[in-house]
C-alpha cells in the first residue's frame, strides 16, 4: 500500500467483534495491526465481553483497545486498518450498527481533531462507549481525549452497561 510517512505518533485502535469467533478475530487483527510497515504496538488492553450497543438481535461483542505508535498519516492508516477488516472477512451490508466479524475504529490520534467524510476523530460517540473507555482507561489511564476530556471524566460519566472483562 501506497503510504506517506510523518513523525511518530500515539494513537489508540478500537477492536470489536461479535461473529465468527470474536476472541479470535481480536487476537489475529492484534498481529495484523502490529504487522503494519510504520505502526509499533505499544500497548494492548484486556479483552471485554460487552452487550451490542445498537440493534439488540444480534451477538454479544469482545472489544478491547490497542495503542500504537505510528508514523503513518492518519488517512493510510485508516486505509490501513480497513484493508485488516476486510481481510478478515468484513462485509458492509449497509445495515447501520449491524453485526461484523471485526472492526477497527482510531479513537485518538495524538492530540489531533480530524474532520473528513471517511474519518472522525477523536470518534464519534466515544463517550457514550464504555467498551472503549474501560479498556482505553486501563490501557492510559492520564489520556486526555481531545475536545472530549480526560478519560477519568469520561469514564465517571457513562454507564458501564454489562460491561465484563475476560483476561
Ligand atoms: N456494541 C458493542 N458492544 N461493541 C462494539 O464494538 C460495537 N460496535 C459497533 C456497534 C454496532 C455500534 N455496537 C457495538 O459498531
Not at 46 to 71: E, F, I, R
Not at 131 to 139: E, G
Amino acid at each position: 500500500m501506497q503510504t506517506s510517512l510523518s513523525p511518530p505518533v500515539i494513537a489508540y485502535i478500537g477492536l470489536g467483534s461479535n461473529l465468527v469467533d470474536p476472541i479470535v478475530q481480536i487476537k489475529s487483527a492484534r498481529i495484523a495491526v502490529a504487522a503494519i510497515e510504520g505502526v509499533q504496538e505499544m500497548t494492548f488492553s484486556s479483552l471485554y465481553h460487552s452487550l451490542p450497543m445498537g440493534p439488540q438481535d444480534q451477538p454479544d461483542y469482545v472489544n478491547a483497545v490497542m495503542g500504537v505508535v505510528t508514523k503513518l498519516l492518519p488517512m493510510d492508516l485508516l486505509r490501513n486498518l480497513q484493508h485488516i477488516e476486510n481481510i478478515q472477512g468484513r462485509i458492509r451490508t449497509g445495515e447501520r450498527w449491524g453485526a461484523r466479524t471485526l472492526d477497527l475504529d482510531i479513537l485518538t490520534y495524538g492530540d489531533q481533531e480530524i474532520d473528513e467524510p471517511d474519518l472522525i476523530v477523536p470518534h464519534k460517540g466515544i463517550e457514550e462507549r464504555s467498551f472503549v473507555l474501560c479498556p482505553l482507561f486501563q490501557i492510559a489511564p492520564e489520556l486526555y481525549v481531545p475536545n472530549k476530556g480526560f478519560i477519568v471524566d469520561l469514564i465517571a460519566k457513562c454507564p458501564l452497561s454489562g460491561l465484563k472483562r475476560i483476561n
